[in-house]
Structure formats: structure tokens, C-alpha cells
């Protein structure tokens, strides 16, 4: 079991930062990716960034360049550095934390909402 609980969302202007964080409990395996996904009003939700246990990133296009992932070596925190903001990143933000497809290790916070005013 994995709980997960978000921090640092709030309203900033566009341009403007915000880093997120995610305190991560419970026990991790060597083969789980840990990741921020993003949910906008009215849309799916989306991955944002994930970083892998040996610490390959992957990000969204369109936060390519404005938005970095990074976690603390022992695991237990986890962070969303985000830069120029605009008002497209709008959204609730949520840690998440998962196995290999089909594994059944799939875990999620409650969220964090982000707002970006013009």
C-alpha cells in the first residue's frame, strides 16, 4: 500500500511558478514510476511527468522546457517545479504512483488545484 498527499497548488498569475510536492508513504518497488497527471475542468485526465526508478523523465509536450519532476533519493517525497505558468495549466494535479501494466499497482492522492489567472 502507497499513500500519497499532495501540496503547493494555489493561484498564480501566468508567468508566474509553482512547485508541487507529493510525501510518498509505504513501500515502493525497484519497477515503479512515479508521476504527476493534471485534470482540467471538462477533460480527461492527463500525464503531466513521470520519472522512472532510475530516474529517466518523461514529459507532456506541452509542459516541455516550463516543467521539471524530481523526487528525493529515498523516495518519499517527490516534486513538480513549474515554470511560466499560463493559464492552460489550469488544473487539479495529482501524484500517482504505479507498477508495470496489469500488476495492479495503480495509487493516486487526493489532488491539488492549481489556478492560473491571465
Known amino acids: 500500500q502507497v499513500q500519497l498527499v499532495e501540496s503547493g497548488g494555489g493561484l498564480v498569475q501566468a508567468g508566474g511558478s509553482l512547485r508541487l510536492s507529493c510525501a510518498v508513504s509505504?513501500?515502493?518497488?525497484?519497477?515503479?514510476?512515479m508521476g504527476w497527471y493534471r485534470q482540467a475542468p471538462g477533460k480527461q485526465r492527463e500525464l503531466v511527468a513521470d520519472?522512472?526508478?532510475?530516474?529517466?523523465?518523461n514529459y507532456a509536450d506541452s509542459v516541455k522546457g516550463r516543467f521539471t519532476i524530481s523526487r528525493e533519493s529515498a523516495k518519499t517525497r517527490m516534486y513538480l517545479q513549474m515554470n511560466s505558468l499560463n493559464p492552460e495549466d489550469t488544473a487539479v494535479y495529482y501524484c500517482?504512483?504505479?507498477?508495470?501494466?496489469?500488476?495492479?499497482?495503480?495509487?493516486w492522492g487526493q489532488g491539488t488545484q492549481v489556478i492560473v489567472s491571465s
Open positions: 509505504g513501500i515502493l518497488f525497484s519497477s515503479d514510476i
Open positions: 500517482n504512483v504505479r507498477g508495470p501494466e496489469g500488476g495492479g499497482r495503480d495509487y
Open positions: 520519472i522512472s526508478s532510475r530516474g529517466r523523465t
